[in-house]
């Protein structure tokens, strides 16, 4: 599809959610499979290695494509975070890399992945490390006319069906030599990668999470998206960073869906009289809402600091630690207020709740994230507020840009 303005775009996407992934999500959590229909929609919506409005529209600035999607990835998840979550997943990490380091070949690979013929995973997480570099097994070494890498990966989302693997390996022999390198299932070995252990989640579910081990798997140089060196894991970690935003952005979309399906199952409940009669009730929505638009403007704000060069990783690690942990509380709180059917598939709640616990771990776990809030903490005591008190009204223009017809 070719989109004429930001304000088309979204309201495509929005449509798309409300008229047909909607009668999707139940039997996606069910069967834990979303199915290739929804990929192609998806793909068709131009979601996957977003880059323009239009076939012949020029690309984006990174800033305004990143804020534009967490619009996105935002409208998504108050139908699905699952899904939300697989948007998320063919934008940023991964494909943030492919983009910004990624030669003409690997360039080609984003037009498949963009197209919807294609999809990445990210091999990162280890089964003995988690995300603890200093951990790390997995290991390559120089072959004549490339690498090969060997080790093993562990909970990665849709090993199973994602064709391309960008996957971080220490080079064998070394402390920290780091690289970050395409792995292209269809030109590998037979038997030298193996695809097991789905897992049975509480949450999330529909995209899989797998181990993924390799033997020897060959790349070619041409296939290096990161050459190894000083400097990779900051490379790295900044594009982790903005997904970590992306997933802050889909908590604050599923809460946001939460409080209304609570909202308007209370307020019908009491009938004939209608409203909800209890003022303590109707003060846990006014705490919930007033928290959840404090924290919207987190992401955005998150981003831009990792997009402008943030070293810390304190930003992302705000906006998803406590953008999550509110979705978290959130859900499970109204779910309480609800009863029964809270806790029911008659309401979105129990799903919902599932997907935000889910989230409080995934691509950093919640205590990962205090740790490296922790860490930074002299240097964030004493830092001057002056120059961040512009902030606020420069979000609001972003965001009055994005939703301004082009």
Known sequence: MNFSSTSSFLFGVRDYCEQKLAGDVIEIDRSDTIPPRVYADLASLRLFAFASLGDQSEA????????????????????????????????????????????????????????????????????????????????FKWVEGGVSITGVKDWITGAAQREFFVTLAKEAGTVGTFGVFLIDRGMAAPDSIRVLDRKNKLGLRGLGEYRVELDSVFVPSKHIIIQPGPGVIRKVMSHYNLKRCGQAAI??????????????????????????????????????????????????????????????????????????????????TLSQLCGGNGLSDKLPLERQ?????????????????????????????????????????????????????A
């Open 353 to 405: 709740m599932r997907d935000m616990r889910m989230l409080t771990v995934a691509g950093g776990a919640s205590e990962v994230l205090k740790a490296t809030i922790a860490k930074n903490l002299d240097s964030l005591l004493t830092a001057p507020v002056v120059a961040r008190q512009s902030l606020p009204k420069k979000l609001a223009r972003n965001k009055a840009r994005i939703l301004a017809t």
């Open 251 to 332: 908590a604050i979309g599923t809460a946001r869906s939460a409080l209304r399906a609570a909202y308007n199952y209370l307020q019908n409940r009491f009938q004939p009289e209608g409203g909800i009669p209890f003022q303590n009730t109707l003060f846990v929505f006014a705490d919930l809402y007033s928290r959840l638009a404090a924290a919207e403007t987190l992401p955005y704000s998150a981003a831009g600091e990792t997009i402008n060069g943030d070293k810390t990783g304190v930003p992302a690690s705000i906006a998803k630690y406590v953008c999550t942990e509110l979705a978290v509380e959130t859900t499970s």
């Open 60 to 139: 984006l600035p990174v800033k305004m494509r990143t804020e534009l999607l967490f619009e996105c990835l935002s409208i998504i998840a108050e139908t699905s975070a699952a899904v939300a979550k697989a948007v998320m997943d063919q934008n940023f990490g991964q494909i943030g890399m492919m983009r910004e380091y990624g030669n003409s070949t690997i360039q080609g690979k984003l037009e498949q992945i963009r197209t919807g013929a294609k999809q990445a995973a990210f091999l990162m997480t280890e089964p003995q490390s988690g995300s603890d570099l200093s951990l790390f097994a997995t290991t």
